[in-house]
């Protein structure tokens, strides 16, 4: 039985082996001549338009989920000449801010989203044309901050930092939503001096502070300035002695042993052509009035008054 079963299969064999791929060829030539429908899901981005009606309103919206949701996925079908040519990249997807709608059930806002093929449209069948994306509107601010004047790192030896300013407009302005700008206390302008001797100017991206020194993050914000021009005066300095004279005589049957005080030289800092002119800083008498004095006494000096015009300590 075995026997016959196994010689009718082996029988004409090589008819047998050519007529199935024969069959094979038949079957990828109607499958090609057929061109079947297939369908996928692809991603595609999301394109706001009319986001002035948003903001004519004074208001400010974000797409829950953050930036990463500024997506759709859809599913779509074309015949396989076609669907296998295509892409999320291949459809538009349009969110119109005039068409927002308040959605009571889950008491957030939305904004339809409708998705066409850039090409084979006729070809192309989108299961869901339409789709929603969610948002949150909150208030639109503008505020203004002064940009203070940092330094970092420290000049070369024998320099001294000068005056420190904002050489252009020292004033930024900041919109955003209000739960962001609300948080800034401080602008601040920050300028390396790290082993400078000479002046400097340089151009800087201000940065924005909370209370706690935290920076704000500006992704979301429209700043009035991207950068500030900054100057930094670089100084030398020189140690001088400190002087004192004194004003009347001490009661009779005194005299006046010495006049001892700390510290005896101090370093000042100031342009070199000044610098040069200055050897040590004199306390005039009327500080020291000794008059009718019989015995000894302190008294602590501010002695910055008594500079010398162009130079600081």
């Known amino acids: 039985m075995l026997r016959k079963i196994a010689k009718r299969m082996t029988n004409n064999l090589g008819l047998k082996i050519l007529a199935a791929l024969f069959a094979v060829v038949m079957w990828l030539v109607v499958l090609n001549i057929d061109d079947p429908i297939k369908g996928k899901t692809v991603t595609t981005s999301v394109t706001f338009e009319n986001e002035s009606y948003i903001t004519s309103m004074g208001k400010c919206y974000e797409v829950l ?9 859809f599913y779509f079908t074309a015949q396989r000449s076609i669907y296998e040519k295509i892409s999320g990249s291949d459809f538009t997807a349009t969110a119109d ?3 927002i709608e308040y959605d009571e059930e889950t008491g957030t806002y939305r904004v339809p989203v409708s998705i066409v093929p850039n090409k084979n449209a006729n070809s ?40 420190v300013a904002i050489s252009s407009t020292n004033v930024i302005k900041v919109s955003g939503p209000a739960s962001i700008v609300n948080t800034i206390t401080t602008a601040a302008a920050t300028i390396n001096v790290e082993g400078m001797a ?20 500006t992704t979301k914000l429209k700043l009035s300035l991207q950068t500030v021009s900054i100057s930094a005066q670089i100084l030398n300095t ?6 004192f004279e004194t004003k009347g005589k001490v ?3 005194y005299r006046l042993k010495s006049v001892t005080y700390k510290p005896t030289t101090v370093r000042i800092k100031g342009k070199t052509d000044v610098l040069n002119t200055i050897d040590n ?10 008059t009718d004095l019989s015995e000894s006494f302190e008294k602590t000096v501010d002695i910055t008054s008594y500079l010398p015009s162009g130079v600081s300590l």
Request: proline share 3%; aromatic share 4%.
């Open 65 to 73: 989920g953050g930036s990463s949701s500024n997506t759709v996925s």
């Open 97 to 99: 801010l005039k068409r």
């Open 124 to 163: 192309v069948n989108i299961t869901t044309k339409q789709q929603y994306l969610e948002l949150t509107l909150e208030d639109y601010i503008s505020t203004q901050f002064p940009i203070k004047a940092n330094t970092a790192g420290t000049v070369a030896d024998g320099c001294a930092l000068g005056d």
């Open 198 to 217: 000479t002046d400097i100017v340089d151009s800087v991206v201000p940065v924005l502070y909370d209370a706690d020194g935290n920076n704000v993050d």
């Open 238 to 243: 020189k140690d001088v002695s400190i002087l």
């Open 251 to 253: 009661a009779e049957g």
């Open 281 to 290: 800083v004199t306390v005039p008498e009327e500080v020291l009035d000794i």
